[in-house]
């Protein structure tokens, strides 16, 4: 079921992988999300300067930040750690869903995610944060 609130959230995608973000802005924006995207950290981080998200949707492997220093550059923030940042990765080995939690992250969905179970895994988390 799809929650009415979605229309007011604004996300934050940083991911450098096009096909992932393009899946995940269409599905968000569908439903009503204001999406942002970076395709790093640096740009991630830089983007938060005048776009506070709802929530982060952040990948761990990127090229010149990736998600592990971020989400330690977010959480360092006072005023940006507040924001849940969901894991959205390719590490779906086993052990990698506790290290992403253990690291910060409010949550973890692993890539290739599922279009029909996507928004209520999103809701699932900000719930319980």
């Not at 942002?36 to 761990?60: H, M, Q, S, W, Y």
């Not at 409010?106 to 944060?129: C, D, H, M, W």
């Amino acid at each position: 079921m799809i929650s009415q609130n979605m229309k007011e959230w604004c996300v934050l995608i940083v991911d450098d992988e096009p096909d992932n973000v393009g899946v995940a802005q269409k599905v968000l924006s569908y439903n009503g999300a204001a999406v942002r995207v970076a395709r790093n950290g640096i740009e991630g981080l830089a983007a938060l300067d005048d776009f506070k998200p709802t929530f982060i949707l952040l990948d761990l492997s990127m090229p010149e930040m990736d998600g592990w220093e971020m989400i330690r550059k977010v959480k360092a923030k006072q005023e940006l750690a507040q924001i849940p940042v969901i894991a959205l990765t390719a590490h779906a080995m086993s052990g990698d869903k506790e290290r992403v939690l253990e690291a910060g992250f409010n949550g973890y969905i692993a890539k290739p995610f599922r279009i029909n179970t996507f928004l209520e895994e999103i809701q699932s988390v900000l719930r319980s944060s």
